[in-house]
């Protein structure tokens, strides 16, 4: 419990340590629900730490766990969400470290189990993730229309932090496509940034570069000094990088 509030407040330095702890016992007791379970946890704060190769390898170790056992229909049901965190954490971390077809695959069966099963949130998170990927190969149009169904989804499951999240990247991805609306898309980016939400840290990164390409030096410099410390203190080098 402790290691999922870690992934969802975006801190996993401190989840780490409860991640691992769990996955240990679950290990120990060679609770095979208990092993699947706890793997997505600990496979999701090693990618948000920037650990990726540790994220992969704890993320495909859940995947075989539920695909090499025949679990009963009621046995799978525990460990659905558990499942597609597990792959779309796999797709993440490989499409972050260069395999862009393989982590796409990933993702794309990640979001196709949260679908079938309504899982709602799960299903939008894994949209920000292929957002995310897409964003990093230069994809920019299908980047963009990931962003907007996790946002769209988000809005009908978690209209706060939920919506700042993935609506942050949005806002992000729709200002890069068009300059000129920089100055009237940036809500969303700018409350999770001040209000210093989850993720927050990513919000002023998306921030200063924004008043970057606008021509705002002087602001852009001001905000990323400072995401680059709110990245440092987050214990992520993932965001760290972005910063």
Not at 21 to 43: E, N, V, Y
Not at 74 to 94: D, K, R, T, Y
Not at 98 to 105: S, V, Y
Request: glycine residues 8%.
């Amino acid at each position: 419990t402790l290691a999922v509030a870690y992934v969802l407040w975006g801190r996993p330095q401190r989840g780490l340590p409860h991640a691992r702890a769990a996955k240990d016992i679950a290990d120990t007791l060679q609770d095979l629900q208990l092993r699947i379970i706890t793997s997505g946890p600990l496979a999701h704060l090693l990618w948000l730490a920037g650990s990726f190769q540790e994220a992969l390898d704890i993320a495909q170790a859940g995947i075989a766990l539920v695909q090499g056992h025949g679990l009963d229909q009621e046995q799978m049901g525990f460990v659905i969400h558990p499942h597609a965190q597990c792959l779309a954490i796999a797709g993440a971390s490989q499409g972050f470290l260069g395999d862009f077809a393989q982590g796409l695959t990933a993702l794309r069966q990640a979001a196709e189990l949260t679908q079938r099963h309504g899982n709602r949130m799960p299903q939008a998170v894994v949209h920000w993730g292929i957002s995310l990927v897409f964003d990093l190969y230069g994809h920019q149009s299908a980047a963009l229309q990931e962003a907007e169904q996790a946002l769209k989804i988000m809005e009908e499951v978690s209209p706060t932090t939920g919506v700042l999240l993935v609506g942050g990247l949005h806002e992000y991805l729709a200002a890069s496509a068009a300059p000129s609306q920089v100055d009237i898309t940036q809500e969303k980016r700018r409350r999770a940034w001040e209000e210093r939400r989850p993720f927050h840290e990513l919000a002023g990164t998306w921030l200063a570069t924004l008043q970057a390409q606008s021509g705002r030096a002087e602001e852009a410099w001001r905000l990323a000094q400072t995401a680059v410390e709110a990245a440092e203190h987050s214990g992520s080098s993932w965001f760290c990088y972005a910063a």
